[in-house]
């Protein structure tokens, strides 16, 4: 029974840190996304259009979910 338990342990510290991680890159990207925004000038439309799209493209490319026509 002992053993079972400190393997369960294991896994749920593993599972955490991974999850840990992910929020940590999340983070760490919403961080990066504000400074640029804000160093966006906004009485210029075509920089922000410009910048959305290129963040958006990038987040479409990089997920697997959406299917590919």
Same mark, same amino acid.
């Given at each position: 029974?002992?053993?079972? &338990?400190? !393997?369960?342990?294991?896994k749920?510290? !593993?599972?955490? &840190?991974? *999850? =840990? ?11 990066? *996304?504000t400074?640029? #925004? !804000? +160093? ?8 922000? +259009? ?5 963040? *958006?493209?990038?987040? #479409?490319?990089? &997920?697997?979910?959406?299917?590919? =026509?």
């Amino acid at each position: 029974m002992q053993s079972t &338990s400190s !393997q369960s342990n294991v896994k749920v510290s !593993q599972s955490r &840190s991974a *999850l =840990e991680g992910q929020v940590c890159e999340y983070f760490m990207t919403f961080t990066c *996304l504000t400074s640029q #925004i !804000q +160093k966006l000038d906004p009485s210029s439309p075509g920089e922000w +259009k410009a910048f959305a799209m290129l963040h *958006l493209r990038s987040n #479409i490319d990089s &997920s697997e979910s959406v299917p590919s =026509e």
